[in-house]
């Protein structure tokens, strides 16, 4: 493959031999079935009490919702999908300037996860970008299109005052002050994955991502109402979460799994591609503050189980996970006591 990033305009006849795993390892998507009940909750809701139990049993069970009622204005949503696509079909040549395969840069356009160190590419572009705060990162975004800094700055906000939201249900779920975890987490970090997945010609051969959990405490997720490609592992298999208008989907990350003493589950998703359209998804992701150390409080560990992860500031739990491939075993047994 000559060019850096799949969006090249080439439409692939074979999976490139880079893309294709073994056979062990691949998605089976005929034994995929549509996960069952999948946690929606109204946060339009007048009884609080109500969601929080919702949020506790969802993230206890699933380790993902759906929320809807979420106060985002449809409007600012349908302007990030806009430019997002209107971004990944701009020329290859005006694309790959912002080419980068550097983990550590704050705005880079890439491709696969970590192209450098994995065996296996996965079939996927992204933009990568640092959110918060604004005014230190939206100059260095793309100029082209020219509405992106605007639509996306607006769009970056309301996910920001959405997840601060949903951290309090969270909290609250976990018998806590409803700003425990925010304090805990400190002054959030905020990126942004916009994910483009090609049509791939075997999407039974690759993943657009293989199964992974969220490195950070909270993501939230736009997913594309046209193309489903979303699965989580749910009582040891697989089953596909489609896309419900006007929602977002919430995954809890591994941060909220050590802070709520392994309560609460970090879940294990995957991407997967499809071979007619090409799919495109916005994820959101809320990081602690570096020097925030991930330590469980005492009305968790009372009940003389103790702490199950040892005490780590999040900048050291985050170098350990890019330091990893994507799908080795899970990077917060690594912190287990």
């Given amino acids: 493959m000559d060019t850096k990033v799949l969006s090249s305009g080439i439409r692939y006849t074979n999976l490139p031999e880079g893309y294709v795993r073994p056979e062990s390892e691949r998605p089976n998507l005929s034994e995929v079935s549509e996960c069952e009940n999948v946690p929606v909750i109204d946060l339009a809701c007048d009884d609080r009490s109500l969601i929080v139990q919702q949020v506790a049993d969802a993230c206890k069970n699933y380790g993902f919702f759906q929320v809807i009622n979420h106060e985002v204005p449809l409007e ?43 065996k296996v590419h996965n079939w996927r572009d992204y933009l990568r970008l640092h959110c918060y705060p604004l005014d230190k990162y939206v100059p260095e975004w793309p100029s082209n299109p020219s509405t992106f800094k605007e639509f996306v700055s607006t769009y970056c906000s309301e996910v920001r005052g959405l997840g601060y939201r949903v951290l ?22 905020q990126h942004m994955a916009v994910n483009f997945y090609p049509p791939c010609p075997e ?67 995957r991407a997967i591609v499809n071979a007619e359209k090409a799919r495109m998804s916005v994820a959101s992701f809320l990081c602690p503050n570096n020097d925030a150390m991930i330590s469980p409080p005492k009305a968790l560990t009372e009940d003389g ?22 799908d080795q075993e899970h990077c917060l047994e690594l912190f287990k006591n």
């Fill in 76 to 118: 600012t949503v349908e302007r990030v999908l806009e430019v997002a696509k209107e971004f990944f079909n701009l020329p290859v040549e005006e694309k790959l300037k912002l080419y980068s395969d550097d983990p550590s840069k704050t705005m880079r356009l890439s491709t696969s996860f970590n192209i450098k160190k994995e």
């Fill in 168 to 189: 309090e249900l969270i909290s609250e779920s976990l018998g806590l002050e409803k700003d425990y975890i925010k304090k805990v987490l400190g002054e959030q970090g």
């Fill in 203 to 269: 999407p039974e051969l690759t993943y657009g991502l293989p199964g992974h959990t969220d490195p950070n405490a909270l993501t939230i997720l736009l997913q594309d109402l046209e193309v489903a490609g979303l699965q989580v592992l749910k009582d040891d298999k697989w089953v596909a979460v489609n896309p419900l208008p006007n929602a977002f989907v919430i995954n809890i990350g591994d941060q909220l799994q050590a802070l709520s003493n392994g309560r609460y589950k970090s879940v294990w998703h």
């Fill in 305 to 326: 189980s103790g702490a199950v992860y040892r005490d780590f500031t999040y900048a050291e739990y985050y170098s350990k996970f890019w330091s990893r491939n994507l």
